[in-house]
């Protein structure tokens, strides 16, 4: 692929063994569909890197292979060099459809993941509470996931995820599912929080401009097997107002480079 | 259930309760249950009898009546309720009620309106059975999209045509359902009737047979009835599983 | 067979809350209610009054001779020896049978095992069992309870089963995900996710415990509500035994309804934007 704009280029911030998560050799299938062959991949601590790609390229596969949510055929995933055999308490899973428990407060669901943890009710009210007013639903403590749109419910999620104190987020299409203004809002929130929390997030999205948005890596697979086709890191400055990245000229020509990357795989 | 990477079907674990019927039936630890074989062995001796062939006769004939009946009038009744509003708030609190009220309790008065015969059977298979239909097919016509309904009408269809040829049919999957949870509550309803009436039929029979201790008689036409009733439900199932073929395509 | 389970059973509409009807008498303008049951009442008078036979006795005199049986007591003291085996049955049902059908939802094992005998009873005519149950039991309390149990059970399992079977799976992974043990996940998301339909199921429960006991007391003991129909049937007072079955129709559509606002009061605000 002649790229010109942008290079595959290392990350020059961060130091090549600083990787948190360690993707190595995974395989999956799904009966005789071949979701993942052999993938390898280093996250590295602290930065936003999205998995993109087209439906059936095993994104969502590899991130919950990533959680611990599903076991992969071969290969292994470290966290800080410790092997993944299940879902553990420094990855946090942020749900594609939200996954709220409906006959539950937006409290309780936030603090649902400190309630499994057994830590006592005030201690970890006081934490959800912390976490609902900073993705901005201060003052809907008391509400049921009906009452809140798509894009409130996702906060609720994020909060969940967040505040559980884990390294890693695991994102999967988060914003899938909650209506275009939200979104944009949403990333534009997600941006401002990732300054304000230190974590490493894993962000699975098919949307382009999504990924060019928000990550300071994006992995592109190709379908049937999934692979890793290649990694681009976009060089995006995100200080400042953020409307203006959608009209930066490398965030443009990033987009467009991804998108003739991948429109091969679409039919 | 897998085993040894094959899977098997739910309804085989029937064969596993015939097994442990069989081993209880022959330690004759519980007086009322003859071991499997010998009802199996009862029931081929049953069927040959005449008492069962007439008893059957009489019951088939019932059912079929009362079943007749009852889609007869359950379905355009459903239609009427699920197309006008005034019918339905008439009629939609009785029928909700009659769909789940203990009919049993109605069977005595069903006996002395229509005397201690077939008629009264007739009626209690009518009245256990019409209630769903009647659910079932207003929910059906209920729930055809108005976009069908105004194709139809803004290519002119007529009203017989409209009911025949659109309402009847986007409702048939729905229908259908009904017409089969009406069979299996008609099959209850010939049974407690016959059961109540106890001088008709397998009622007859089953009176008889507990009178005089004959447990594997006993059992045999419990497991006749049984068969009957999985039977019914099930080539229905298949009917509509054709049905909703297109159904499905539908929305 | 028929593996794929359809849940509707011997008594009552609906399994899955939601379904057929979300029609409900209790969303209608209480004036339309009135006049369907004063029409009904009329109707009734009329065919009464021809009369269509000699054993259908009017409206009227169905009302006058319900208030005749509760002041002399034989109806108040009919129904307290009736809805003891209905409450004791019901009650037993309910542990039972979410008991039996929680272990169907969670074990493949269990579901194999047992789904398909409950599969056969919902739609079989168990009536049939009755007769036998006295056999062994004789005709006392025991044997109406477990004519209540016979009927009762099979659409409690079998809703508890399929509420189980189907939770959400993405509150499973969650659950997972967040570090929940099996028992939390059982405890904390399986069973308040499925409550909405097992208690449906709970209340086709009780409807079928209605049919169980007046079956039993008609077909083999001669006590409570049974024996009043029967005893007013041989002295040949229809209006007395008209209001007893009337009654019993009543109290068991009025138990449903208000089961059913139980249902609607409780579990609706979940029920929105699944």
């Not at chain 1, 749900?95 to 409290?107: C, E, R, S």
């Not at chain 3, 003891?84 to 049955?89: A, E, H, M």
Request: glycine fraction near 8%; aromatic fraction near 8%.
């Amino acid at each position: 692929m002649g790229a010109t704009a942008l290079r595959n280029k290392p990350a020059p911030v961060s130091a090549p063994n600083d990787a948190i998560v360690e993707v190595r050799g995974i395989c999956k299938t799904y009966g005789n569909v071949e979701a993942l062959r052999g993938v390898d991949l280093d996250f590295p601590r602290g930065k936003l890197t999205s998995l993109l790609g087209p439906s059936g390229c095993g994104k969502t596969t590899l991130l919950k292979i990533i959680a611990g949510l599903i076991e992969a055929d071969a290969g292994t995933v470290t966290i800080d060099g410790k092997p993944v055999k299940g879902p553990g308490p420094e990855r946090a899973f942020v749900f594609q459809d939200f996954a709220l428990m409906p006959w539950a407060t937006v409290l309780r669901n936030v603090a649902f993941g400190l309630e499994l943890r057994r830590r006592a009710r005030a201690e970890r009210e006081e934490i959800a509470r912390r976490y609902i007013a900073q993705v901005g639903l201060a003052g809907f403590e008391d509400k049921y996931p009906h009452e809140l749109s798509g894009g409130m419910r996702q906060r609720v999620g994020l909060a969940r995820a967040l505040s559980v104190d884990a390294e890693v987020l695991l994102l999967d299409e988060p914003f899938s599912a909650v209506d275009e203004q939200n979104r944009r809002k949403f990333q534009e929130d997600l941006i401002r929080l990732r300054t304000q929390e230190n974590k490493t997030f894993i962000f699975v999205t098919h949307s382009i401009e999504e990924a060019v948005y928000i990550s300071d890596r994006i992995v592109l697979l190709s379908p049937r097997p999934g692979r890793v086709s290649r990694i681009i890191e976009p060089e995006i400055d995100r200080s400042g107002d953020p409307d203006r990245i959608h009209r930066d000229k490398h965030y443009l020509d990033t987009v467009e480079e991804i998108w003739q990357g991948l429109k091969q795989y679409v039919e | 259930m897998t085993i040894l990477g094959y899977r098997i079907p739910m309804m085989a674990s029937l064969v596993v309760w015939c097994l442990v019927w069989e081993v209880l039936g022959r330690t004759g630890l519980i007086f009322i249950l003859p071991p499997f074989s010998d009802v199996l062995a009862a029931a081929v001796q049953l069927v040959q009898t005449a008492s069962w062939q007439s008893a059957t006769v009489t019951t088939l004939r019932a059912f079929a009546i009362g079943m007749v009946l009852a889609i007869l009038c359950g379905v355009p009744l459903g239609i009427l309720m699920g197309r006008v509003k005034l019918a339905d708030d008439l009629l939609g609190m009785w029928v909700n009620i009659f769909s789940s009220a203990p009919l049993s309790a109605l069977v005595p008065v069903l006996m002395i309106l229509f005397g201690f015969g077939e008629k009264t059977i007739i009626a209690a298979v009518f009245l256990f059975a019409i209630w769903i239909i009647v659910l079932d097919t207003r929910a059906g016509v209920r729930h055809i999209s108005p976009s069908l309904m105004e194709m139809a009408r803004s290519y002119g269809a007529s009203q017989p045509a409209l009911y025949g040829k659109i309402i009847l049919w986007a409702a048939l999957p729905e229908i259908l359902a009904g017409i089969r949870l009406g069979l299996i509550r008609g099959v209850k309803g010939v049974v407690i009737g016959q059961l109540l009436v106890a001088i008709v039929g397998y009622g007859a029979l089953f009176e008889t047979f507990s009178r005089n201790f004959r447990m594997a008689e006993f059992w045999a036409l419990t497991i006749i009835l049984f068969a009957f009733a999985m039977l019914m439900a099930e080539l229905i199932e298949r009917v509509e599983a054709k049905v909703e073929y297109y159904a499905g395509a539908r929305q | 067979m028929a593996t794929n389970i359809r849940l509707e059973g011997e008594a009552g509409g609906l399994a899955l809350p939601l379904r057929r009807d979300a029609v409900g008498w209790q969303d209608r303008p209480i004036l339309l209610r009135l006049i369907s049951i004063a029409l009904f009442a009329a109707i009734w008078e009329i065919a009464g009054l021809i009369p269509v036979s000699f054993a259908f006795p009017t409206f009227s005199d169905t009302l006058v001779a319900f208030f005749g049986l509760l002041a002399d007591g034989s109806l108040p003291s009919a129904y307290l020896s009736t809805l003891q085996p209905l409450v004791v049955g019901v009650v037993l049902s309910a542990f039972l049978g979410v008991g039996i059908g929680t272990i169907c939802g969670l074990s493949r094992t269990g579901e194999w095992l047992i789904v398909p005998v409950f599969i056969v009873l919902q739609s079989a005519p168990v009536a049939a069992f009755i007769p036998l149950v006295t056999f062994v039991y004789g005709i006392g309390m025991t044997a109406k309870v477990l004519a209540v149990m016979i009927l009762a059970l099979p659409v409690i399992v079998l809703n508890t089963y399929k509420a189980v079977r189907n939770v959400n799976g993405s509150l499973l992974s969650m659950c997972r995900s967040f570090l929940g043990t099996r028992w939390q996940s059982i405890s904390k998301i399986i069973l308040p996710d499925a409550s909405p339909v097992i208690f449906a199921g709970l209340r086709l429960g009780v409807a079928a415990g209605f049919v169980g006991v007046v079956l039993a007391e008609l077909l083999i003991t001669p006590t409570g509500i049974g024996d009043v129909i029967t005893f007013h049937r041989s002295r040949a007072d229809y209006a007395e035994m008209y209001a007893t079955i009337a009654s019993i129709i009543a109290l068991s559509t009025l138990t449903l309804v208000f089961l059913q606002w139980v249902e609607v009061r409780v579990f609706r605000p979940e029920k929105r934007g699944r």
